[in-house]
């Protein structure tokens, strides 16, 4: 079996170019059958479907369990051949075909696939296998999705759940982009990714064979939906979705299910700054939605302004007394312990690594600060102390690290920081003259130089297993451009100071606790961490 990816998400496919452009588009498009196989294929439709039909039809939507089983025995082989050498242990658990018959009636609207197992340990692929040449040219009700959506948020989605994208239809249908697939080609989707049909123009059948395949180990899943958009998620197996139609499905309590979880629908919101990015163009949060303080703002003011008054005074102390003041980026040797950090960068990648592999799930960074932030993409925070203290349970979920850090002098935050594929924090300022920011590279994709920190009007590429020090009151920003997760541990430590100077900064540094985003940060990610992990 391959090894995870840092991601926390079991790979897929086994050609590691085909998983990057999985990872990062949500679908690839493969070669599969040969001419023989296509006609057996198209045998077995006519023989098992006499009777023209009209719209778009599956079997799974048929209520003749029979023949929906003999379609899935007869496929069987041709999975068997194939399944294999694409995907990494899997298995095809149901198998239906797709008729599109001409006319109106044939549309799909935009949907995702439901939850199938559990997707924080591993993913759920669909095959979709065109027995005709399909595409936007033939008029015949193409494919379409769109790329990068299956990293947008993290649900729950059964026959019955409300969909999260409900707000932004008429933008996601004009982002998604037409396949052109020729017969015997395959479409593998991410379970996750948002994708749409149109209606088929050609005045002739259009046909393919779908596929639904798990990790051969995972578990099946099913998911009944609740009010106040809660879920039930219960044990499932391959007879359920053999016997059972769509519409069956969505009104079925299934009380003898084994329940694996209660949970929230929604586990990660959609940030609208991701969506923004994957649209290519501007967004509106959906009505009564939307990151921030929900404080009145005439107070939120003034507490920024009272917290923001020692700040101002540690600003003009440093200013006074450290010969680094005006560097955006003081030289590494300003604390003796970084060596030691550094030598110790692949235990600490490799702990945090094992915590993902075993499934835990970490909130973005907006959600943790519950305030818009600058970051264009994904941006995902553990945190492991904050301003205003050690946030216990993920110290203890991390020990080795969370034992290093505690012999820091001086750490006041500090947090494994996870920017996605082809994200950038845009150009910001830190408030806080009288810390220093430190980050060490734990995964740094490559070509060198891809991820990058600018600060001030100088540059800094990131590297495993080194340490970046800068000041985050100049104007900064931060790229990762390329296909995989940058990750880093991020820390805040108060700027070594001679004598009175360090003993004002440390006072006027506790002050800082009270500020907005800190007050209230340990209850806040309490509540993150039940609803992602629990």
Known sequence: MQAPTVSGVRRALRDPDLERTMAAQ????VPLLAADEIARLRALFERTHPQ????????????????????????????????PGLLDDYRIFMTSFLAKWPGQ????????????????????????????????????????????????????????????????????????????????????????????????GSGRLRLALAGAAVPREAPLLFVVDEPD?????????????????????????????????HSRRVLRPVDVGELAVALGRPVAAPPGEGLGDTRPPALVGAIERVVGAPMRVAHTVVQQVDPTAGQPFPPTSTFEWIPALEASW????????????????????????????????????????????????NAERLPVLASMLRTIPGLRAALVSSLGPWARLAPHRGPNKGVLRVHLGLVVPGPPGRAILRAGDQVAAYEEGRCLVFDDTFEHAVENRAD????????????????????ANRVLQHTFRWFPQVRGAAERLADLDRALNH
């Open 484 to 503: 995989s997760m940058r990750v880093t541990l991020m820390l805040e430590v108060d700027r070594p100071l001679p004598g009175h100077a360090a003993r």
């Open 229 to 261: 958009d809660q879920v039930r998620v219960v044990a499932a197996d391959d007879a359920l979705f053999a016997t059972s139609s769509p519409a069956e499905l969505a009104v079925a309590a299934l009380p003898d299910r084994t329940v694996v979880a």
């Open 346 to 393: 692949q235990a600490i990648r490799d702990e945090y690594r094992n915590l993902l592999d075993a499934g835990l799930r970490v909130p973005s960074m907006e959600a943790v600060a519950d305030a818009a932030m600058p970051n264009e993409g994904r941006w995902l925070a553990f945190v492991l102390r904050t301003n205003a203290g050690w946030i216990d349970d």
């Open 52 to 83: 023209p039909a009209e719209g778009f039809a599956t079997d799974f939507e048929r209520l003749d369990p029979a023949s929906r089983v003999l379609v899935e025995e007869e496929a069987a082989p041709l999975w068997a051949e194939h399944l």
């Open 105 to 200: 009636g044939s549309g799909l609207s935009l949907h995702q696939d439901w939850t199938y197992i559990d997707e924080r340990r591993g993913r759920s692929v669909a095959f979709w296998v065109a027995l005709d040449d399909v595409g936007p040219a033939i008029g015949n009700g193409p494919l379409c999705v769109v790329p990068g959506s299956h990293l947008l948020a993290d649900t729950y989605r059964g026959p019955a759940t409300e969909q999260w994208f409900s707000p932004w239809l008429d933008e996601l249908a004009r982002a998604a982009v037409p396949l052109t697939v020729p017969a015997g080609h395959a479409v593998l989707i991410d379970a996750r990714l948002i994708h749409w049909s149109p209606p088929n």
């Open 26 to 29: 949500g679908y690839v498009v």
